[in-house]
């Protein structure tokens, strides 16, 4: 190694390019490459979010329908055989609320919990939740277990 053949590090040189609008002398001066008149001349242009050129836009072309309910209660629906399941892999023992649903991630903290029927609960379970199918209340009730609405 001699002083023919030093280079700096790799990607500690970081080639800027040619600063464009800073005066005559520069080569790119003027319109500083913008060309002239125009929207996309102008400082502070940008882009709205999906722009055609002044066509129509596509959300505006196309026609609205449906309808959205406000006031729609949305729940996080939990079956009795994930239950089941973390009861056999030895993640709940004999009560499950809605701390332990969100510290196992089948619910987040801002969420309504409802217990859903698909499966079979064979263990004694004292299950707390916002609400429960007529089907789920029974299937935990036969097993022994006890149903507490929060």
């Known amino acids: 190694m001699d002083l023919s053949n030093l280079k700096p590090a790799e990607g500690s040189v970081k080639n800027q390019g040619k600063r464009i609008g800073r005066g005559q002398g520069s080569g790119k001066g003027g319109t500083a490459t913008r060309g ?57 023992k004999d009560t499950v609320d809605f701390d332990t649903l969100v510290d196992l991630g089948l619910a987040r903290k801002n969420e309504l919990v409802k217990i859903l029927g698909r499966g079979e609960l064979k263990s004694k379970l004292t299950v707390t939740a916002h609400k429960f199918t007529a089907s789920a209340k029974a299937a935990i009730e036969a097993a022994g277990g006890e149903v507490v609405t929060l």
């Not at 050129?53 to 006031?71: A, D, E, Y």
């Not at 009795?80 to 399941?85: A, F, K, S, T, V």
């Open 36 to 92: 002239h008149k125009g929207a996309k001349s102008r400082s502070g242009y940008s882009k709205k979010l999906g722009f055609e050129g002044g066509q129509m836009p596509l959300q505006r072309r196309v026609p609205k329908f449906g309808f959205t309910n406000i006031n729609r209660v949305e729940y996080q629906g939990v079956n009795l055989d994930i239950l089941q399941r973390l009861i056999d892999e030895k993640k709940i």
